[in-house]
């Protein structure tokens, strides 16, 4: 495979070759790029590299999609993508300026530096709430593909493409099979797909006739979209039109899908209702699951490869974990699609403010609260407070552990009868919430968890108050959570669409309005 001339990439390292004055340059490399971060503008060179489903061979080809990268990201990014930058040799070198040289070496696309946090993805991964903002995004999304004209051509966006791109998944995920889906889950995925596609060729035929087969995006996710005011949708696909002029709700399946593979099932609420609050005619609940099956696919794919292309053992880990995770929403949305959670979860540190969320959004559910149970247990009244040493009086770790098998049983046993159930408890050690969560799944319900978390001095300055009012059953003071605080364990045995991680100091209310709309 042809490279990226080092002097090329060396030169693009060092601050003093740029035209405008910056402090330092970072490097960014990906299968199909090279990226350089300056102080305020981005430049990308494109990898002389021939995949098939796209060609970069040439320094012809690298520079026309250049100019398709800037015309296309100028459409949901305005005002970011500036424009193609030719590279010159200059002696052994390379120059930005052309020095008598007639012919450009390299190109680069040429971008203003956008706030790296307030990307979506990070912010979500800061439980940040977001739910204004996930507005603006459906908004946004839903007038770009209205302003784009439908596709009328035979090549693009058919079901014939559909069977091609879903057969050739199942094709390529079959050598990791056993690392990062397992037979059983892959063969329900594909007899899903294959008997959707056969049910429903003239709906998909009636899509296109619609015009809802349209030059969109092909790459929205969490990654590609900065929360600034109005929202920048970056990074489309320009490598290969096929990719990017489908049906407008695969475009926007793949963002839904990205939301709830990180748990934000109340984000993709908020962009559900703002997206079809303005394309209503381009909803079909079905087609969307169908849409978001075949995403989740895709992403486990790629993690697949990315599992198997990596020597260190830690990031191999961590590829096979995403990969079995966007396996798992894939099969989620197969099982589960029309079936609400439960029971549902709260956890987190004391003064999280998840017995506040639980009490409220949720008036008529079965309500499990540890501390609750555990005075039940020992007699100790509700009003009474019984503070003492940790792992002493009614806190040993004998009494601990009965609680929580009891909690469990209650659970499943009032969501087998259909009642709605929330457990309310810190769930501090992996092995707590892995129980609940393999209990829930064998006995066939469909649990979710509610990771709530604060500042420290906010979890403290909580604790005070409540301490102070005295009209709370839970006994945990400042003691308690510094000992919660040393001994947590964060839910990474959990999948991550079974995960949401809220930081609950936004206003407790709109927390308990967000969640009412999924849960």
């Given at each position: 495979?042809?490279?990226?001339?080092?002097?090329?990439?060396?030169?693009?390292?060092?601050p003093r070759s740029y035209p405008e004055?910056?402090?330092?340059?970072?490097?960014?490399?990906?299968?199909?790029?090279?990226?350089?971060?300056?102080?305020?503008?981005?430049?990308?060179?494109?990898?002389?590299?021939?995949?098939?489903?796209?060609?970069?061979?040439?320094?012809?080809?690298?520079?026309?999609?250049?100019?398709?990268?800037?015309?296309?990201?100028?459409?949901?990014?305005?005002?970011?993508?500036?424009?193609?930058?030719?590279?010159?040799?200059?002696?052994?070198?390379?120059?930005?300026?052309?020095?008598?040289?007639?012919?450009?070496?390299?190109?680069?696309?040429?971008?203003?530096?956008?706030?790296?946090?307030?990307?979506?993805?990070?912010?979500?991964?800061?439980?940040?709430?977001?739910?204004?903002?996930?507005?603006?995004?459906?908004?946004?999304?839903?007038?770009?593909?209205?302003?784009?004209?439908?596709?009328?051509?035979?090549?693009?966006?058919?079901?014939?493409?559909?069977?091609?791109?879903?057969?050739?998944?199942?094709?390529?995920?079959?050598?990791?099979?056993?690392?990062?889906?397992?037979?059983?889950?892959?063969?329900?995925?594909?007899?899903?797909?294959?008997?959707?596609?056969?049910?429903?060729?003239?709906?998909?035929?009636?899509?296109?006739?619609?015009?809802?087969?349209?030059?969109?995006?092909?790459?929205?996710?969490?990654?590609?979209?900065?929360?600034?005011?109005?929202?920048?949708?970056?990074?489309?696909?320009?490598?290969?039109?096929?990719?990017?002029?489908?049906?407008?709700?695969?475009?926007?399946?793949?963002?839904?899908?990205?939301?709830?593979?990180?748990?934000?099932?109340?984000?993709?609420?908020?962009?559900?209702?703002?997206?079809?609050?303005?394309?209503?005619?381009?909803?079909?609940?079905?087609?969307?699951?169908?849409?978001?099956?075949?995403?989740?696919?895709?992403?486990?794919?790629?993690?697949?490869?990315?599992?198997?292309?990596?020597?260190?053992?830690?990031?191999?880990?961590?590829?096979?974990?995403?990969?079995?995770?966007?396996?798992?929403?894939?099969?989620?949305?197969?099982?589960?699609?029309?079936?609400?959670?439960?029971?549902?979860?709260?956890?987190?540190?004391?003064?999280?403010?998840?017995?506040?969320?639980?009490?409220?959004?949720?008036?008529?559910?079965?309500?499990?609260?540890?501390?609750?149970?555990?005075?039940?247990?020992?007699?100790?009244?509700?009003?009474?407070?019984?503070?003492?040493?940790?792992?002493?009086?009614?806190?040993?770790?004998?009494?601990?552990?009965?609680?929580?098998?009891?909690?469990?049983?209650?659970?499943?046993?009032?969501?087998?009868?259909?009642?709605k159930v929330i457990v309310d408890a810190?769930?501090?050690?992996?092995?707590?919430?892995?129980?609940?969560?393999?209990?829930?799944?064998?006995?066939?319900?469909?649990?979710?968890?509610?990771?709530?978390?604060?500042?420290?001095a906010v979890l403290k300055e909580r604790?005070?108050?409540?301490?102070?009012?005295?009209?709370?059953?839970?006994?945990?003071?400042?003691?308690?959570?510094?000992?919660?605080?040393?001994?947590?364990?964060?839910?990474?045995?959990?999948?991550?669409?079974?995960?949401?991680?809220?930081?609950?100091?936004?206003?407790?209310?709109?927390?308990?309005?967000?969640?009412?709309?999924?849960?």
């Amino acid at each position: 495979m042809a490279k990226t001339d080092q002097a090329l990439i060396d030169f693009l390292l060092n601050p003093r070759s740029y035209p405008e004055r910056t402090r330092a340059v970072s490097h960014l490399e990906t299968h199909i790029s090279h990226v350089f971060i300056a102080d305020r503008f981005v430049y990308k060179v494109k990898k002389p590299v021939n995949f098939g489903f796209l060609d970069f061979s040439t320094l012809r080809k690298r520079h026309f999609f250049c100019k398709q990268e800037v015309v296309l990201n100028s459409r949901l990014a305005k005002g970011i993508y500036l424009g193609v930058q030719p590279l010159y040799r200059s002696g052994g070198g390379f120059s930005f300026a052309s020095k008598g040289a007639r012919v450009p070496a390299e190109y680069a696309v040429r971008m203003k530096r956008i706030p790296l946090d307030r990307l979506l993805f990070k912010l979500i991964g800061e439980g940040k709430p977001l739910y204004g903002s996930l507005e603006d995004v459906g908004g946004t999304l839903a007038r770009f593909h209205e302003s784009i004209a439908p596709y009328r051509g035979a090549r693009f966006g058919g079901v014939e493409s559909m069977i091609a791109a879903t057969e050739e998944n199942f094709e390529q995920i079959k050598p990791f099979t056993a690392l990062t889906v397992g037979r059983k889950t892959l063969a329900s995925i594909a007899r899903y797909t294959r008997a959707f596609i056969a049910d429903h060729r003239a709906g998909f035929a009636e899509r296109r006739k619609n015009g809802f087969i349209r030059d969109g995006h092909g790459d929205l996710h969490c990654q590609h979209i900065c929360l600034e005011h109005p929202p920048v949708i970056f990074d489309c696909i320009e490598f290969n039109r096929g990719f990017r002029t489908i049906d407008i709700l695969e475009d926007i399946a793949f963002l839904f899908m990205d939301l709830e593979y990180r748990g934000r099932f109340d984000l993709s609420a908020r962009l559900h209702k703002a997206y079809f609050a303005r394309q209503p005619k381009a909803l079909d609940e079905e087609l969307l699951r169908f849409y978001k099956v075949y995403r989740a696919v895709v992403r486990g794919k790629v993690e697949g490869f990315a599992a198997r292309g990596v020597e260190d053992p830690s990031e191999r880990e961590r590829a096979v974990a995403r990969a079995r995770d966007y396996f798992g929403v894939a099969g989620y949305y197969i099982n589960h699609f029309k079936k609400p959670f439960n029971p549902v979860v709260f956890m987190g540190l004391s003064g999280s403010g998840k017995s506040t969320i639980a009490r409220d959004f949720s008036p008529n559910a079965v309500i499990l609260r540890s501390d609750e149970m555990r005075k039940e247990i020992t007699g100790v009244g509700k009003g009474r407070h019984a503070y003492s040493s940790l792992g002493e009086g009614i806190y040993t770790p004998e009494l601990t552990s009965r609680i929580y098998c009891l909690m469990l049983e209650r659970a499943v046993e009032c969501a087998r009868m259909g009642k709605k159930v929330i457990v309310d408890a810190t769930y501090l050690k992996a092995e707590q919430r892995r129980d609940f969560h393999e209990t829930c799944i064998a006995e066939g319900q469909n649990p979710f968890f509610i990771h709530c978390f604060a500042s420290e001095a906010v979890l403290k300055e909580r604790i005070r108050k409540r301490m102070e009012a005295g009209m709370d059953v839970s006994d945990a003071d400042i003691a308690v959570l510094e000992h919660q605080l040393e001994h947590l364990e964060d839910p990474e045995e959990l999948p991550s669409y079974r995960t949401l991680r809220i930081n609950t100091e936004d206003a407790i209310h709109n927390i308990v309005h967000a969640l009412r709309e999924f849960l």
